[in-house]
């Protein structure tokens, strides 16, 4: 579609060219371009809508790439994109090969970091704008960072390193409250948000009345200082706390952030402080597009849907559906049992405990670390907690894994959502790492189920049977085609097929399915495979290290990273029973998965049932180096 402005920019300095009267305009062509491409690939939507007149104001007052626009998480950049040059892209989003739906550093230069991860911008921005002091460089450096990364503890570490900086420091750290981030926020800083917007007419002001009298030669700055100083004793009898002031920061805000004008006057009133400052603007996530701002929780990220209507298209029930119904009825029985999640309380399938049990849910914000060592303190105290993460997060919390959990053999258990390839989130969020650094720790017992009733059977022993910490891995989506000759046995590992066959395929978790597709095919083709299916992955059952003993091959699949996980510690039990035969293993060969869907991983990795087929009759090259496209 051709749009009147939108179609003309290739660079932000395009949008300087744009009149004032018309940015809304564009403003409204992004939003239409946006819900048009996302309804198709899906993605993050309601953050998006609400940044629309912040992004072009950005690019109407700064200076991109010469400027540094940091932006948290990056799944609020999809505006950005389109105004640095990527519009006539976009409808590749998040697709193979297409434009990332993060902020993506081999992209475009005006990517500046790559993102993915929450709370880590005001870290990064201020590292830059460091670097831009010590060269001597005059350009600015602006973090955009949403209220729900403030209840990320390491937002907090970096806001007080930079407001010591002082005087000179260009860094503008844009807070986004839209008072709703994944779920929806929590604690004490979105309360004091809350206050601090009583009387917005008067931060309003503030901004043009210092970049006036900063202008005023001789006495303009001493002049600034003393209304900064007298402004600072008035919000102190107000509201009886200027946490960011009292951090180092001139304070702006709260202001309208949906309203061009307004923001361009701030940012360039931000530009003029010569201090460290914090902008607070308010802005409605989901704006433009009625179902996301009625619903911007279900629009944060979401999958094709129908634009017209709003409806998601249905794809059955999901393992985070179904490890919410486990958790609920788990609960009704033992009392002791608590659920936490990190913002993430629909996503991880936890919506209906948390009303069904609101006294035993916590969601304590984006805030891994926290949340492990909570769990810790509630395990101390006697209490079942059930920690429910992304694997991709999970990595926040190596340390509190290793040292509060492990170390005090304490019982938490780790829901391990979204494990193995998620698709087109890309490299910053695929579960292929968790198998890894989890095989490194003492102590802790991993589960790996392929069905539902796996992963109720895997989760009533992660309560009741396995010492200490312990961990249930499970994908994205719905259970793959259970065959009709396999039953779920409960056992900690099972054997499918011909077990007097020469060749071994072992393997866990999604695998499986594929893996017993790949022995139809083999014998139909003369070749007679066993399959040893692992359902607890860590420690590895010795039995099933046995039961491939006296076979010629064996192939291990992995959905994770070859180095460091469970494919290798298999051939080192092997190796040390003696065996004598051919082992082969297949998994992430030491890099980041890209942007693509889990069928194309999958078969990119030789890890579907035609990659299996292949590595096992040896088709494919002995280390398989075809890309996606």
């Known amino acids: 579609m051709e749009y009147k402005y939108l179609s003309k920019i290739t660079s932000p300095a395009d949008v300087k060219k744009i009149p004032e009267a018309e940015l809304n305009v ?27 007149e912040l992004t072009i104001a950005l690019h109407r007052v700064f200076n991109s790439p010469h400027d540094k626009i940091v932006w948290d998480v990056g799944h609020q950049c999809y505006a950005h994109k ?22 993506r550093r081999y992209e475009s230069e005006h990517d500046i ?10 870290s990064a921005a201020f590292g830059i704008a460091q670097a831009n002091r010590i060269k001597n460089k005059k350009n600015y450096t602006v973090a955009v960072v949403g209220d729900g990364a403030f209840t990320g503890g390491m937002v907090y570490e970096a806001l007080n390193n930079a407001g010591r900086a002082g005087k000179g420091t260009r860094l503008i750290v844009v807070l986004n409250d839209n008072e709703m981030s994944i779920s929806k926020n929590v604690g004490a800083f979105a309360r004091y948000l809350a206050v601090i917007k009583a009387n917005p007419r008067y931060f309003r002001l503030k901004a043009k009345t210092e970049n006036v009298l900063n202008r005023i030669p001789l006495i303009g700055k001493k002049l600034a200082k003393a209304l900064f100083n007298l402004k600072t004793k008035i919000k102190n009898r107000m509201y009886h706390s200027t946490l960011f002031e009292d951090l180092g920061f001139r304070y702006m805000g709260p202001i309208d952030g949906n309203n061009i004008s307004v923001l361009t006057d701030a940012l360039r009133g931000a530009v003029e402080a010569d201090y460290p400052v914090v902008l607070h603007i308010h802005t409605v996530k989901g704006k433009g597009y009625e179902f996301a701002e009625k619903n911007p929780d ?8 129908d634009p017209v209507s709003g409806e998601k298209k249905l794809c059955g029930e999901s393992f985070s559906d179904g490890f919410g119904k486990f958790m609920i009825n788990a609960a009704e029985k033992d009392k002791r049992i608590c659920c936490i999640t990190a913002a993430m309380a629909l996503g991880t399938g936890l919506e209906p ?8 849910f916590f969601d304590v914000g984006i805030a891994e670390q926290h949340a492990t060592t909570f769990a810790s303190g509630l395990a101390r105290g006697g209490m079942l907690p059930v920690f429910a993460v992304y694997s ?22 780790f829901a391990v959502d979204r494990a193995g390839f998620v698709g087109s989130d890309g490299e910053s969020h695929h579960g292929v790492f968790d198998t890894a650094f989890l095989n490194s720790i003492p102590d802790i017992t991993v589960y790996a189920p392929t069905y539902f009733d796996e992963l109720n059977n895997s989760f009533y022993k992660a309560l009741y049977h396995a010492q200490g910490s312990v961990a249930v891995r499970y994908p994205r989506g719905v259970q793959p085609s259970l065959p009709a000759d396999f039953s779920v ?17 072992v393997t866990y978790g999604r695998c499986f399915a594929e893996a017993v597709s790949a022995q139809q095919t083999l014998r139909q083709n003369g070749t007679e495979v066993m399959i040893v299916k692992l359902n607890r992955i860590k420690p590895i059952p010795n039995d099933a290290v046995r039961q491939t003993l006296s076979c010629e091959r064996i192939f291990f699949f992995e959905e994770g990273q070859r180095f460091g996980g469970i494919g290798e510690t298999f051939a080192d039990k092997l190796f040390k029973y003696g065996f004598c035969g051919a082992y082969r293993l297949v998994g992430v060969e030491g890099e ?36 996606l496209e």
């Open 489 to 505: 046995s409960g056992e900690d590992w099972d054997v499918f097929g011909n077990e007097n066959a020469p060749i071994a395929l």
């Open 298 to 305: 279900v629009f944060h990220g979401i999958s094709a849907f």
């Open 113 to 122: 970091f790559s993102g993915g991860h929450s709370s880590v911008a005001l």
């Open 392 to 413: 991709t997060f999970l990595q926040r919390a190596y340390d509190q894994i290793i040292h509060d959990c492990s170390m005090q053999q304490l019982k938490i258990v």
């Open 592 to 627: 980041f998965p890209a942007q693509s869907t889990e069928r194309q991983l999958l078969r990119y990795y030789f890890l579907d049932a035609d990659g299996m087929v292949q590595i096992i009759s040896g088709a494919s090259a002995q280390d398989p180096t075809v890309r």
């Open 26 to 52: 564009l403003a409204d062509e992004i939003r239409d371009r946006m819900i048009a491409t996302v309804s198709k690939t899906g993605g993050h939507l309601a953050s998006n809508l609400g940044v629309v």
């Open 82 to 103: 389109m105004l640095t040059g990527r519009e006539e892209n976009f409808d590749t989003l998040r697709l193979p090969g297409g434009i990332s739906g993060f902020t």
């Open 353 to 360: 405990f948390s009303k069904k049990f609101p006294e035993r």
